[in-house]
């Protein structure tokens, strides 16, 4: 250190210069304002960024600034730099990938998380963090009817995870230490088996938690899992000496939210002492309708569940609700006690410690905001979205289906619609021509700016999802899309 400096000294003895309490009020009033102009004038932008690799960090000074900025500079700069380069997933013409709902509750109780800056470890370190969560996701289990014993206030329990793919990861987690703990075999003899249709997040999360073998199950012709192909597959491995772990079924496939048959799944996990998981990431939120309720049949027998909030439910990311059927099971996997975190409370077992839910020690308050939302729309709310996205999902379909140039290529249950251009024959090369004006739809509706769709493959076939699921979306945006659709066919 430079003792010559003059500044040195009092740089080291006082806090840095914040922001006046004032000058936060002014600034924070900017930001707001900013957000809402944005919402406002969202439909006017193009979905999509057309920014090349590089362009947005090209508007970047090189250094870091050694002298504070004022404010009004790093708004500015949210305009300059950053909006080019923005994928606009809350526009009302957002049928891409699923939707990541965003809502103003939600965002507004993200800024109170950041100003109260709590890490909830443990009870003890914010007791108010855990028990609104504890709290709120025992009300999921009864807005959604998910088995009773999945509540905090039973053996079971939910917990915030960051991501599906966390909680995916946790659960194989729970599942090597319970099936290591009954057969004494090292997770290298393990097998997981989930679908040739769930997601990547099953087989990474696979091999994170260090299983030797990850089975890829076949599936039907709607592309759900076929319970027989699983029987088959356990069998062989066992024969060959493995030792079956895990099952990670699915509800609402992120292809074409195909529905695995829970129940039979289940009973074969049962009968062979696999531990169950189901990923619902995207279709949870719709058990919040009754109607829906039949695909999660069998969800009681299940070890694990997880869905996302983050996706459906109007609460922005990250917030994915993950439940447990034995809290335990969780617990003994990822509980490890250093004495700096013993604590009476913790240590008499009268309260729960989130950090042996998850893998993190530090978690911040996701609760907030999944309360905030659910009582600022009211389960009455959020079933209007739901349905009405449906509807708009269905009655895209009818048109999908009035139509000879295209044909639906999945069943179609909650609000996604996947579908290609029919081929003119049966031939290959009818096949490829089809494969090419598909590839081609995509391109020109996402050129339009209008809306933003995913091009994909099924069965090696090109296919294009429209998942319709912005809490903004209407029929307005649905005509808009139907029309960029039919012009751009062929
Ligand atoms: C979106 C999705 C995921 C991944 O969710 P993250 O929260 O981004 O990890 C996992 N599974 C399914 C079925 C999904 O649709």
Redesign the pocket.
């Known amino acids: 250190m430079d003792q010559t400096d003059p500044d040195v000294p009092a740089a080291m003895t006082s806090p840095p210069p914040h922001m006046t309490p004032d000058e936060f009020r002014e600034h924070g009033r900017a930001v707001i304002d900013w957000i809402a102009d944005y919402w406002e004038r969202i439909e006017s932008l193009p979905v999509a960024s057309t920014v090349q690799p590089g362009d947005i960090r090209a508007l970047l000074p090189d250094a870091a600034p050694e002298q504070p900025e004022p404010f009004e500079n790093l708004l500015a700069d949210l305009d300059r730099v950053v909006m080019p380069g923005v994928t606009h997933w809350q526009h009302p013409g957002w049928f891409a990938y ?1 939707p990541a709902n965003s809502s103003p509750p939600s965002v507004l109780a993200d800024a109170v998380s950041a100003g109260l800056g709590l890490i909830g470890l443990l009870w003890s370190a914010s007791p108010a963090v855990t028990e609104v969560e504890s709290h709120v996701l025992d009300w999921l289990v009864d807005l959604c009817a998910l088995p009773e014993h999945w509540k905090t206030t039973s053996v079971g329990g939910g917990v915030l995870q960051g ?3 966390d909680a995916t990861h946790v659960a194989l987690v729970a599942a090597r230490h319970r099936v290591s703990a009954r057969s004494g075999q090292p997770a290298e003899q393990m097998v997981a088996y989930t679908s040739a249709q769930a ?1 990547s ?1 099953v087989e990474k999360g696979a091999n994170i938690a260090g299983f030797g073998h990850v089975r890829l199950i076949e599936v039907d012709e709607h592309q759900a899992m076929r319970p027989d192909a699983l029987a088959a597959a356990i069998e062989t491995d066992a024969a060959a000496g493995l030792v079956q772990a895990f099952v990670g079924s ?1 509800v ?3 292809g074409t939210t195909a529905v695995d048959p829970v129940r039979a799944i289940s009973e074969i996990a049962i009968e062979h002492n696999l531990w169950h998981h189901v ?1 619902a ?2 279709a949870g939120t719709a058990m919040i309708c009754p109607e829906f309720r039949h695909h999660n049949d069998g969800a009681e027998l299940v070890d694990s569940y997880v869905f ?1 909030p983050h ?1 459906w439910m109007m609460v922005n990311f990250d917030c ?1 609700a993950f439940y447990v059927a034995e809290r335990e099971a969780l617990t003994e996997a990822l509980s490890i006690d250093p004495p700096y975190l013993r604590n009476a409370q913790s240590d008499a077992g009268s309260v729960i410690d989130y950090r042996n839910w998850q893998v993190p020690l530090g978690r911040r308050f996701r609760a907030l905001k999944l309360w905030w939302v659910l009582r600022s729309y009211g389960a009455t709310g959020i079933r209007q979205m739901v349905r009405h996205h449906v509807a708009m999902a269905q009655e895209l379909a009818r048109q999908l289906n009035d139509d000879d140039r295209f044909e639906i290529v999945a069943p179609h249950p909650f609000s996604l619609v996947c579908f290609r251009c029919r081929a003119a024959d049966e031939t290959d090369a009818g096949a490829q021509a089809a494969d090419r004006a598909t590839d081609a739809i995509a391109a020109a509706v996402n050129d339009s700016g209008v809306a933003y769709l995913t091009p994909s493959k099924l069965d090696g076939r090109s296919i294009i999802r429209v998942a319709v699921g912005q809490s903004r979306t209407d029929r307005v945006q649905l005509d808009l899309l139907w029309k960029a659709i039919s012009e751009a066919a062929v």
């Open positions: 699923f991501s599906a793919s997601h997040s699915t609402g496939t992120t990923d990431a995207y996302n996706k994915s």
